[in-house]
């Protein structure tokens, strides 16, 4: 996977800002599931569950409690997610991580969370 910066807005990570000569095209998997919002870290609801590092422009809603993509969609505590991207181990993208997000990784390690999925582009659908 290669990757920004990724840094942390509440319980969500994001890429930072992207370098062009940086390519996402073989981030060809599929994620498909719900959404778990809470404790302090989005993850997938699965077993094991998954980490979610969402694409640049995501931002958290606290008031909401709510993450809301780049075209304005909002994703929601055990709404479904259905997204394309890629995985990596969370060792693997810490080095590129803020003191923000490591805090967040920390997080999801306490749920049993090994590794993240980073989208390649916005979830394709969300919902309840």
Known sequence: MQYDQITAQGPILVFGPHDPRLTYANLTAE?????????????????????????QGTRWDSQTNSVILPDGRALTHRGQIHAGGGGARFD?????????????????????????????????????
């Open 31 to 55: 994620l498909r599931g719900h959404l778990l919002l809470d404790e302090g870290c989005a993850r997938t609801a699965t077993s094991p569950p998954g980490g979610l590092i969402f694409p």
């Open 92 to 128: 693997d993208v810490k080095p590129k991580m803020s003191a923000s997000a490591l805090a967040v990784m920390e997080r999801c390690r306490s749920l049993g969370v090994t590794g993240a999925f980073g989208m390649n582009m916005a979830p394709v659908s969300s919902g309840p």
